[in-house]
């Protein structure tokens, strides 16, 4: 038991430190003038972030798989509904650094999702046990990331409103969107992990926090 233990508490630190590593590896990199190359391997790194996430799921199953579709699913339908008739987001389009399209929506938005929601439910849970609370909080911590990002996203060509406007719509419908995926996830999936998952929301504020100043 106290190898396994130590084994996991060992998976963990090379987990932060890899997710470390990218993201202070791409801030240095953009800054030196290279985020023509670097912005493009945002799938990659998304990719990425899934697999250690994945990877710190204790005992991993089709099971767990299928719940993180769910935030998946309620993302790239959301993101459909804005991108092709301007609902629930606002009007807006997606540019070329965040991969390939169906439709209009990249691919990765809807692992992008899926990873948001499990990171802020993991620390959620840890605050409060209620659903709805837990639920309402990780919605919460998902729209400030947002704040955070939708400073920086056209100049990254991830995405961009109409007239360069990001409308309150914008963060009323991620709001909802994402305390709806919150409700069903936490409803039933219970493998959190706050450690990990703090640690990895910090990257992703200190990533994008750093250019939106």
């Known amino acids: 038991m106290r190898l396994n233990q130590v084994l996991v508490q060992y998976k963990l630190q090379i987990s932060i430190f890899v997710i470390w590593l990218f993201h202070v590896s791409a801030v240095i990199g953009i800054l030196l003038g290279h985020a023509d190359w670097f912005l493009p391997l945002t799938p990659l790194n998304l990719f990425l972030c899934f ?7 204790p005992q991993v199953n089709l099971r767990d798989l299928s719940l993180l579709m769910i ?15 301007g609902l629930i987001f606002g009007d807006y389009a997606y540019g070329n650094n965040l991969g ?14 899926a990873i948001l929601v499990f990171l802020t439910a993991s620390i959620a849970q840890k605050i409060s046990k209620n659903l709805f609370v837990a ?3 990780g919605a919460i911590l998902m729209v400030l990331l947002d704040l ?17 406007i990001v409308p309150l ?3 009323v419908g991620w709001f909802v969107v994402a305390i709806l995926a919150h409700l069903i996830y936490q409803k039933f999936f219970s493998k959190h992990q706050f450690t990990f998952s703090l640690w990895t929301l910090l990257a992703f ?3 994008f926090g750093l250019f939106a100043i």
């Open 148 to 164: 955070i990002i939708e400073q920086v996203a056209p100049q990254f060509d991830f995405w961009e409103f109409n007239n360069n």
């Open 205 to 207: 504020v200190m990533f």
């Open 51 to 57: 697999g250690i996430l994945l990877w710190n799921i």
């Open 71 to 85: 935030p998946f699913a309620f993302g790239m339908v959301a993101e459909w509904l804005g991108v092709n008739f």
């Open 169 to 171: 719509q914008n963060y």
């Open 135 to 137: 639920s309402t909080i």
């Open 100 to 113: 390939p399209k169906i439709w209009g929506v990249p691919w990765m938005i809807g692992v992008n999702w």
